[in-house]
């Protein structure tokens, strides 16, 4: 209990200093992780990339009931919180890196990895994120998932209607249209008992830059 309330004080400190990285006052509730996971079928893969590892509320989920064999490479971009990680969870499966998700593929070669990654798993506030950055994270994992893998990506409800970036001020961000521009299939799932309700989207397909989707 006393590390939950530990990890949670982090994240909550982080969001009163730095709203855009967290996208969010609290962590990840166990309704949208249990979302996120299913979603993102991480139970049959064999190499996982998180992007947004945050306190590690979808790391340790990922780390419970992933294959025994597999390997989890989580990105954060916030020091403090690889810090809470590591403090809080040991496993040999787990590495830890701490960097931008728009340089994943460079970060993932540093650490070892060649070749594609199953499943990514995004926590980042894509709403908040400059579209210059987006764009980068969302190419960057077309590279490592390749036509196979599945990218999963949560995003709060009210983002699609209210949320500020300094490109448009007060203006929407349609998470499915941005996905669909990167991703052959796009699908979502609402989850309303998550505070704020969030819809969790996974995509399949990914689509190399400048290639144009196929027909519906």
Known sequence: ???????????????????RQTGSILPSQRFLVVALFEAAQADRAEVIVEFGAGTGAMTAALLEKM??????YAIEIDGS??????RRIQDCRLILIHGSAAEAEDLLRQHGHRGEASVILSSLAMSLIPAG??????????RLLGPKGRFVQFGYIHTRYVTWR???????FDYESFLRSHFERVERRLVLSNLPPAWVYFAEGALKAGQERGGP
């Open 166 to 172: 300094p490109e448009c001020m007060f203006g929407g």
């Open 133 to 142: 950055t987006r764009e980068k994270i969302l190419q960057s994992a077309a």
């Open 1 to 19: 209990m006393r590390d939950q309330f530990r990890a949670i004080s982090t994240f909550v400190a982080k969001a009163l200093t730095d709203f």
């Open 67 to 72: 294959p025994p064999k597999a390997k989890l």
């Open 81 to 86: 919180m690889i810090v809470e990680i590591r």
